[in-house]
């Protein structure tokens, strides 16, 4: 199996790309690719599309390059900054952390302030403060300032987490979720069969199910969609087996079910494909039965009469926090196990 490149894997975690504004991830994907010898295209949606040869009902397989971040909303009169956020952020994780502010004059450090704990009351002590009361502080003395420094309505900030490793085989950074599918999209470059598409999708974050796969999709239409993403991992002291039963270091998931089958249900060929190869190739994987969230796949199954859909997810603590943690084993059996489908169909 290929030795993880680390390297690499902490400039996909460090790039930004908030959804809709996927070009510093998207810039990354195409340099890569092309490294790799394959062709390359941007759609007009922000897709990176990676090809050896492209025909009629390519198989698609996809990671969505974007990213959970904040956007301004509000200038007030003495400098801070109110926000929106883009894509689905628990506000807990939001409090008094720092921010990097992409403004048209260039990067800008902020941090996130709201009321001291000294200062609240009882209640408010007990209960999370929304994101509506929190603030963007970047150290402007009043709006013009603000404005001066590059601040602009629409905005938008990520979170400056510097990558790293956690004891042997794991590894912490913001925005794994989905840069870990980008990386091994990136994997799958050498070897890759005539009529596969490579796709770095945009906006994942930001709809019930992805914009970016859809129209891509749409114009494509793949014989078989495979989307690769993160999936939730339960293996830690607050979750039991029967809230999330995934764990670190046990191998791709096989999403049977995404958003309580309200999202894709897994095409059971396709699915039978996978697991059928997974045992040719040991590979371990896990099956899983999602209510929660839901992937690429879920924006695709349903579009142009029926494409067989399907996600294959790299289980990943604290998803949707600047603090992701996965496991490069996962990373490692999922290229195998991706590699084997894409000779395959
Ligand atoms: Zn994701």
Redesign the pocket.
């Known amino acids: 199996m290929t030795v993880m490149d680390y390297e690499l894997m902490a400039r996909l975690s460090e790039a930004d790309g908030v959804s809709s504004q996927e070009g510093e991830v998207a810039g990354i994907m195409v340099a890569e690719f092309k490294k790799r010898g394959l062709k390359t295209e941007v759609d007009n949606f922000g897709n990176v599309l990676a090809y050896k040869t492209l025909g009629r009902n390519p198989l698609i397989l996809a990671a ?1 390059m974007d990213e959970i971040g904040l956007m301004v909303k509000h200038i007030d009169e003495k400098g801070f900054l109110r926000f929106i956020k883009i894509g689905g952020i628990d506000d807990r994780t939001l409090a008094n952390q720092q921010i990097i502010l992409r403004t048209p004059l260039g990067l800008v450090n902020g941090v996130i302030g709201m009321k001291p704990p000294h200062i609240m009351k009882d209640e408010e002590r007990k209960s999370v403060v929304g994101h509506g009361s929190l603030f963007i502080d970047i150290g402007a003395g009043s709006d013009k300032e603000a404005r001066l420094m590059g601040a602009e309505i629409g905005c938008v900030a990520t979170f400056p987490t510097k990558f790293c490793r956690l004891g042997k085989k794991m590894m912490c950074g913001k925005a794994l ?2 840069r870990i ?1 980008c990386y091994v999209l990136l994997e799958l470059s050498k070897g890759l069969p005539d009529n596969v598409v490579l796709m770095g999708t945009s906006q ?2 930001v709809s019930t199910f992805g914009k970016g796969a859809m129209t891509a999709s749409y114009r494509l239409e793949p014989r078989a969609f495979i989307a690769v ?2 999936s939730v991992a339960g293996d830690h002291p607050e979750l039991k087996p029967d809230d999330a039963p995934l764990a670190l270091g046990k191998g791709p998931c096989i999403a049977l079910v995404e958003a309580g089958a309200r999202g894709n249900v897994a095409d059971r060929k396709l699915a039978q494909n996978l697991l059928r190869l997974a045992k040719k190739a040991k590979v371990k994987v896990q099956i899983e039965v999602f209510d929660g ?1 839901a ?1 690429d796949a879920s924006s695709v199954h349903n579009i142009k009469g029926g494409i067989p859909s399907i996600a294959v997810g790299i289980a990943t603590r604290y ?1 949707h926090s600047t603090v992701g943690v996965a496991h490069e084993d996962d990373i490692r059996m999922s290229i195998k196990l991706l590699g084997e489908i894409a000779r395959e169909l």
């Open positions: 969505h979720d989905n599918g994942e974050e993403d993160t969230g992937t998803i």
